[in-house]
Nanobody, 115 residues
Framework: QVQLVESGGGLVRPGGSLRLSCAASGIMFSRYHMGWYRQAPGKQRELVARITSSGSANYPDSVKGRFTISRDNAKNMVYLQMNDLKPEDTAVYYC?????????WGQGTQVTVSS
């Protein structure tokens, strides 16, 4: 059974940093593309960062230069380092594992950026 568990969310001041973690089980982790998505109230879920099975990373302009995705295949873990956080980054952040077009979601972790 595929399972993704996120951790590391919380409350942070603007300009602060957080590191999110996603632990994967039930899959051959190294074969999967991994990603982080976020969803704010009333908005569509959007891609934050993606890293392929070969280690190639992609980011939308909204987070480029501030967020970094990485993976540790030996530990079945994917991380999202979030720096210079802004109030508009406030959302529930979800981990995703994909093989081809089929994906699995974690339950999410709340990130709140506020003064």
């Amino acid at each position: 059974q595929v399972q993704l568990v996120e951790s590391g969310g919380g409350l942070v001041r603007p300009g602060g940093s957080l590191r999110l973690s996603c632990a994967a089980s039930g899959i051959m982790f190294s074969r999967y593309h991994m990603g982080w998505y976020r969803q704010a109230p009333g908005k569509q879920r959007e891609l934050v960062a993606r890293i392929t099975s070969s280690g190639s990373a992609n980011y939308p302009d909204s987070v480029k230069g501030r967020f970094t995705i990485s993976r540790d295949n030996a530990k079945n873990m994917v991380y999202l380092q979030m720096n210079d956080l802004k109030p508009e980054d406030t959302a529930v952040y979800y981990c995703n594992a994909a093989l081809g077009s089929v994906g699995t979601w974690g339950q999410g972790t709340q990130v709140t950026v506020s003064s």
